[in-house]
């Protein structure tokens, strides 16, 4: 089993499904819950929440941890917490999910927004909502409200687009409206199902560096522009 990268201070897509893709949240109360672990051990294992989307059968998170083993224990426990509490609810016995998560080293500079964006819009690419701020159950919603929540750790590409919350705001609601390319999907994709770098090769370089591991890369296509302000 290949180790997995992690890189203090670099933030990571995160991807976890359901055993054998089965369903994990089954009623509002699983996703509230879910919620409130992970908005728990977050500060437990020092860990910053960039974005977050729960889908009836799998979770994407953005984070970016302060140490080395703070994201495995921190998905570790949330799993843990939610497997029990979904066994003892239901009668039922045995794993919910489906083996090691799989994540990403996301490169700040050019693909960070990209993840936000490509994570946020996953219920409108599974057609359950015509707009990713009616979903309920992702960071959209948080991060776009009148008064969003601490506990959703705002990356600095996010505070780079305005002055205030509201132009942030406008700003990122605008670049949340335009559409992912093929290219950047299937990096996205291909990056967090294989623990590939979210990058171009120059940051594969200074990832090896620091890591002293090289990672394998896949081409990426042309990197997303940065909004304008």
């Given at each position: 089993?290949?180790?997995?990268?992690?890189?203090?201070?670099?933030?990571?897509?995160v991807?976890?499904?359901?055993h054998?893709?089965?369903?994990?949240f089954?009623?509002?109360?699983d996703?509230?819950?879910?919620?409130?672990?992970?908005?728990?051990?977050?500060?437990?294992y020092?860990?910053?929440?960039y974005?977050?989307?729960l889908?009836?059968?799998?979770v994407?998170l953005?984070l970016a941890?302060?140490?080395?083993?703070?994201?495995?224990?921190?998905?570790?426990?949330?799993?843990?917490?939610?497997t029990?509490?979904r066994?003892?609810?239901?009668?039922?016995?045995?794993?919910?999910?489906g083996g090691?998560?799989?994540?990403?080293?996301?490169?700040?500079?050019?693909?960070l927004?990209i993840?936000?964006r490509?994570i946020?819009?996953n219920?409108?690419?599974a057609k359950?909502?015509?707009?990713?701020?009616?979903?309920?159950?992702?960071?959209?919603?948080?991060?776009?409200?009148?008064?969003?929540?601490?506990?959703?750790?705002?990356?600095?590409?996010y505070?780079?687009m305005?002055?205030t919350?509201?132009?942030?705001?406008?700003?990122?609601?605008a670049?949340?409206?335009?559409?992912?390319?093929?290219?950047?999907l299937?990096?996205?994709?291909?990056a967090?199902r294989?623990?590939?770098?979210?990058?171009?090769?120059?940051?594969g370089?200074d990832?090896?560096k620091?890591?002293g591991?090289?990672?394998?890369?896949?081409?990426?296509?042309?990197?997303?522009?940065r909004?304008?302000?």
């Open positions: 089993m290949t180790p997995r990268v992690v890189v203090p201070g670099f933030p990571h897509h991807r976890q499904r359901g054998n893709r089965q369903v994990v089954a009623h509002a109360e996703y509230e819950a879910y919620l409130a672990d992970m908005i728990e051990l977050k500060r437990a020092s860990v910053k929440l974005a977050y989307c889908m009836t059968n799998h994407h953005l941890p302060d140490t080395s083993s703070g994201m495995s224990l921190m998905m570790k426990c949330l799993a843990g917490r939610h029990v509490r066994n003892r609810r239901d009668g039922r016995t045995g794993t919910l999910w090691r998560y799989g994540s990403s080293v996301v490169d700040t500079e050019r693909y927004m993840c936000c490509y946020e819009q219920p409108v690419r359950i909502v015509g707009d990713p701020l009616a979903y309920r159950w992702s960071s959209c919603a948080a991060r776009l409200s009148s008064n969003p929540p601490a506990w959703l750790d705002p990356d600095p590409c505070l780079a305005g002055r919350d509201a132009e942030r705001q406008a700003t990122y609601r670049f949340l409206n335009e559409s992912l390319s093929d290219a950047q299937r990096l996205v994709r291909d967090v294989s623990g590939q770098l979210t990058g171009d090769p120059d940051f370089d990832i090896a620091r890591t591991r090289n990672i394998e890369r896949r081409g990426p296509g042309r990197p997303p522009k909004p304008k302000k």
